[in-house]
Antibody
């Protein structure tokens, strides 16, 4: 089970931290991701972090503004979002990387809504 | 960056119909492609990975094929639960989703 929290209304230029609490699998054994979906739009991959937290990658649209992290002792994934823009408005899903090779996702949370507006 | 393009954007079909959705990549992604189903208000669900491997628990009426730059998702006999939006995703280089194909009731 993956449960996101922290979604909120925030002003442009503001900051927000999302959390994703995980249960039901060995969190520390899998890479984790954030994927977002703007209202009425398609899916956009945002970021991935390795199982140990030692490596992270970002979409160009958020690079330098968002930071993904994890606490394996708390089974929790995070997304720190700074300098937020209107175009960051979306439902943010955390998603577990499937076993084996490849950045595809076998379990997803229910999503957290982030609204960036003045 | 690798771009993904799906067609059609919307598809109208009836229960029992055979449905095919196409996904094209802007460059070769080998067979590093997944398909997801998303129902309204719900999170996406993994259907197919590595272009043609069926995720555990997914009905056998779903199948995937293709390699390189052109891929298809086929639903052999459309069921009421299958009316949803379908997305392809490449994971050859980072990750990119297609824009989605909405399967509507005819």
């Amino acid at each position: 089970q993956l449960v996101e929290s922290g979604g909120d209304l925030v002003q442009p230029g503001g900051a927000l931290r999302l959390s994703c609490a995980v249960s039901g699998f060995t969190f520390s054994s899998f890479g984790m991701n954030w994927v977002r979906q703007a209202p009425g739009k398609g899916l956009e991959w945002v970021s991935i972090i390795s199982d140990s937290g030692g490596a992270a990658f970002y979409a160009d649209s958020v690079k330098g503004r968002f930071t993904i992290s994890r606490d394996n002792s708390k089974n929790t994934l995070y997304l720190q979002m700074n300098n937020l823009r209107a175009e960051d408005t979306a439902i943010y899903y955390c998603a577990k990387q499937a076993p084996g090779t490849g950045w595809f996702f076998d379990y997803w949370g229910q999503g957290a809504l982030v609204t960036v507006s003045s | 960056d690798i771009q993904m393009s799906q067609s059609p954007s919307t598809l109208s079909a009836s229960v029992g119909d055979r449905v095919t959705i196409t996904c094209r990549a802007s460059q070769s992604i080998h067979d590093w492609l997944a398909w997801y189903q998303q129902r309204p208000g719900k999170a996406p669900k993994l259907l197919i990975y590595k272009a043609s491997s069926l995720e555990s628990g997914v009905p056998l009426r779903f199948s995937g094929s293709g390699s390189g730059t052109e891929f298809t998702l086929t639903i052999s006999s459309l069921q009421p639960d299958d009316f949803a939006t379908y997305y392809c995703q490449q994971y050859n280089s980072y990750s990119t989703f297609g824009q989605g194909t909405k399967v509507e009731i005819k």
